[in-house]
């Protein structure tokens, strides 16, 4: 009896598409998915550690779960723009159940839209898609997902506006969505955000409009709004009780008084407000600030007044309150 058993052990390694070794850890039906999820690529050289006779867990770019042996993370990150990898992002990717991670970076020739059976995933924790080719706009499919807490999609070609549904995601960390095309407003919904809210990276589009109050119920780790169409006033989003430790609206047509702000003294570290219509004078409160690494007033011509002395503002050079009506260090002095 135990001879036929070996035999048939054998009968069935040998008549395998995919001979492995005893010892393979990787689960057959992720391996069947991770080589058509090579295919659909083309087959790229990026790639070429998936050897059907090898282990996938063993393959570069993929990492297997030791606990289950399933597949919870693809990353193809290229340090340099690879062309080799093409086409769109492979169907089968939502074929992968455990899946947890998902991560392009530097391939120019990965298009299209932003896959649909990505859906599928019900463990899919973040999406880091960052120097690609991937357009169309962001699917309101992604609030579906109540597991993911990164949405990470910078330097794209992703357009259209941001869904109001991505703020019934409990777990978002990080909203990343900086350097594509995106056009509208950020939606009001936003401001429902479960505090202290995700990080919102959304600078270098093509957004406008106010921003809505609502979002000043928000407290989260960065905002950065810059090089957009946005007005009016932001001086809702900061405030000495927040804990905000990125502040950055440059590059937009802002209007407000910065003389009534106030600013949290432990954690803030970069304050750029530059190219806008800020008015008013720079409060005191912001020599109380410790752990400025960057500050930048510059080209908000109704900003005036002596600069406060103290704490870190006198670290940094004229170009900081260039083309203001500003004066004192490290300007020249104030007249009378």
């Known amino acids: 009896m135990r001879r036929l058993l070996m035999m048939l052990g054998l009968y069935v390694l040998v008549l395998s598409p995919f001979p492995v070794a005893l010892s393979e850890r990787c689960h057959p039906q992720d391996k069947k998915v991770l080589l058509r999820f090579k295919k659909e690529l083309n087959n790229p050289y990026f790639l070429a550690s998936w050897d059907p006779k090898e282990d996938c867990c063993d393959w570069y770019c993929v990492k297997c779960d030791d ?31 455990y899946l947890r991670g998902l991560n392009f970076h530097n391939l120019p020739n990965l298009v299209g839209p932003i896959q649909p059976t990505l859906a599928k995933l019900h463990k899919l924790e973040g999406i880091f898609f960052s ?48 350097r594509n095309k995106l056009t509208g407003t950020i939606p009001a919904s936003f401001g429902s955000f479960k505090k202290p809210g995700p990080d919102l990276i959304l600078s270098h589009n093509q957004l406008s409009g106010p921003i809505p109050t609502s979002l ?14 946005f007005v009016g006033d932001a ?48 409060p005191t409160a912001l020599t109380k600030v410790r752990y400025f690494q960057q500050l930048n007033f510059s080209f908000n011509p109704g900003l005036k007044g002596q600069i406060p002395q103290g704490g870190g503002l006198q670290t940094f050079d004229k170009y900081s309150y260039f083309h203001t009506n500003l004066c004192g260090s490290p300007l020249p002095p104030c007249t009378k």
């Open 235 to 282: 001086s809702f989003l900061i405030g000495s009780k927040k804990k905000i430790r990125v502040f950055d609206l440059s590059r937009n047509a802002f209007s407000f008084d910065l003389s009534r702000l106030t600013f949290p003294k432990e954690t803030l570290t970069w304050l750029d407000i530059s190219h806008n219509n800020i008015y008013g004078s720079i």
């Open 131 to 178: 120097n690609t080719g991937i357009s169309g706009p962001i699917p309101e499919f992604l609030a579906h997902i109540k597991t993911l807490q990164y949405i990470e999609l910078s330097s794209n070609r992703l357009s259209g506006p941001i869904p109001s549904s991505l703020s019934q995601l409990p777990n978002l960390i990080s909203l990343q969505l900086d």
């Open 216 to 229: 000043g119920n928000l407290d989260p780790d960065r905002i950065d709004l810059s090089g957009n169409n």
């Open 67 to 97: 606990r289950n042996n399933r597949i919870y993370t693809i990353f193809l990150k290229s340090d340099e723009p690879d062309p080799n990898v093409t086409g769109q992002i492979p169907p089968s990717v939502g074929d992968l159940p």
